[in-house]
């Protein structure tokens, strides 16, 4: 996909590709939506943002999710949400959007959708395009 994909509540969904062409050019800031936990056991994107939408253990709300957000998205600059499957991203898209950022949600998140054995990381997602990412 070459181009962003309109979407309701938010600015659109781009690819894996086209969001780390924005973000390596400086037209994005590209925020990483898991977990601290995801990040370091799953791995993660080198100078992305780690900004949890929800925090570990339990799943609730990060209270300084909003405010951190708009710390790191300097005006006039796409912020470009990425989360394991693109399921986080898109509520955290909504949200950035309501905050007054171009928000896009990245498709296929960092690990991708399950393949017929129920694993991430075979079929789609950042990881999996051999874009920048590290573990440990």
Request: aromatic share 10%; hydrophobic share 45%; with cysteine.
């Amino acid at each position: 996909m070459h181009a962003a994909r309109p979407a309701t509540g938010y600015a659109g969904d781009v690819s894996p590709q086209l969001a780390c062409q924005w973000w390596q050019s400086g037209q994005a800031v590209l925020v990483d939506v898991r977990t601290d936990a995801e990040r370091e056991w799953v791995g993660f994107v080198p100078e992305a943002v780690p900004l949890a939408w929800k925090q570990w253990p339990g799943m609730a709300m990060n209270a300084a999710f909003d405010e951190a957000l708009k710390a790191a998205v300097p005006p006039g600059k796409k912020v470009v949400l990425l989360c394991r499957s693109g399921v986080r991203s898109i509520a955290a898209a909504k949200r950035a959007t309501e905050l007054g950022l171009e928000a896009y949600n990245i498709l296929e998140g960092f690990e991708g959708d399950p393949d017929p054995h129920a694993q991430r990381g075979h079929k789609g997602g950042w990881r999996f395009h051999s874009l920048p990412w590290r573990q440990g």
